[in-house]
């Protein structure tokens, strides 16, 4: 409790007047859009998801990077394609995710952006499988700042671990972690907030109390538990938790499965958020994996040219009056719900 409560503050620490004045113009201009079905855009988005790279060690079955099944380049973000980017949007900007497909500590630059964005007084976080976190590793990235660090833990044993998270290694794992929490020790650093992200599917959701035990024992700071998007659900999948607490579909009478919330015609995600590819086109969210809807490329145009452009306005008028025809918001859990802190 002691250590969300720390992260809350220090998430709070990053607002400054503008940027408060920046949330209140968003947050009023999505409510008149979701109420009038007007599409209305104030403000500049406040969350910002930035790919390091689309390469990863890993093969996990729902994963098109783990599958190598892109259709759309893999490379790595260029750190002064990066510092250019922060520039031109972190007087907004307060929450920074360095994730959108691969895996982060891949781009041997990536804790260098931590650095840079950290210096701006932006909330930054990462998802990583903590394989390439080495003694080394682990004090770097105390030392650049980074505020909340995701690792992806879904499974207790070796056996359990490895049927979703392919080729993996569970003793890099909680090895990577260790060094992580010796290090914030030894530093005497409250950031960055570790998190094990227990993905529950099939074969683990019997150790989801297991994981609570292993995160206290090596002294991470949380355990939060996500459920797993699957592709192709309609027809059930071994991977689709019995306990529906833990899944996002649900089985119809007839034995076939739909996804569990309603698809309301209105997306928080598309007024304060978006994603920047690692070679700079710009996707309305994180579900647009393989870069599908290029809103604009960075590389070409300014970023709040794109933001404010006519191709964002069409998408979010389309998404307002039929978003279940739009294909990759059709397996998706967001809505309405108007949030500041994940």
């Not at 499965?257 to 086109?281: A, F, R």
Request: glycine content about 6%; charged content about 25%; overall charge positive.
């Amino acid at each position: 409790m002691k250590a969300k409560l720390h992260d809350s503050f220090n998430f709070l620490s990053k607002i400054t007047l503008r940027r408060i004045w920046n949330v209140v113009r968003v947050i009023s201009s999505f409510y008149y859009s979701k109420i009038t079905k007007k599409v209305l855009v104030k403000g500049n988005p406040f969350t910002i998801s930035i790919e390091p790279t689309t390469a990863c060690n890993l093969a996990c079955p729902e994963c098109p990077s783990g599958q190598k099944i892109f259709s759309r380049p893999t490379g790595k973000m260029d750190p002064e394609f990066f510092r250019k980017t922060i520039d031109a949007i972190h007087k907004d900007l307060i929450y920074l995710i360095f994730y959108f497909q691969g895996e982060p500590y891949l781009n041997p630059k990536f804790l260098e952006m931590v650095s840079y964005a950290a210096k701006k007084k932006i909330y930054t976080i990462t998802s990583t499988n903590a394989h390439f976190i080495d003694d080394k590793t682990a004090k770097a990235t105390i030392e650049s700042g980074l505020d909340r660090l995701i690792i992806s833990l879904d499974g207790t044993t070796q056996e359990v671990y490895q049927n979703y998270r392919v080729n993996g290694s569970m003793e890099k794992v909680l090895a990577g972690a260790e060094h992580l929490v010796k290090w914030k020790k030894k530093l005497k650093s409250k950031t960055p907030h570790l998190i094990f992200q227990f993905l529950v599917v099939r074969p683990n959701e019997h150790q989801i109390e297991d994981v609570k035990a292993l995160a206290k024992k090596i002294g991470v700071d949380e355990v939060k538990f996500k459920s797993a998007q699957i592709y192709d659900y309609k027809n059930g999948s071994d991977l689709i938790p019995l306990n529906e607490k833990y899944s996002r579909y649900k089985k119809s009478a007839d034995g076939t499965y739909e996804i569990k919330n309603e698809l309301n015609n209105y997306c928080w995600k598309m007024w304060h958020s978006n994603v920047v590819t690692w070679d700079g086109k710009v996707v309305p969210c994180c579900f647009d994996k393989d870069a599908k809807y290029v809103m604009g490329d960075m590389t070409e145009k300014p970023f709040h040219e794109i933001w404010e452009s006519g191709e964002y306005g069409k998408f979010r008028q389309n998404l307002a009056t039929h978003r279940n025809q739009i294909d990759i918001c059709k397996n998706c859990t967001e809505g309405g719900k108007v949030w500041l802190l994940g």
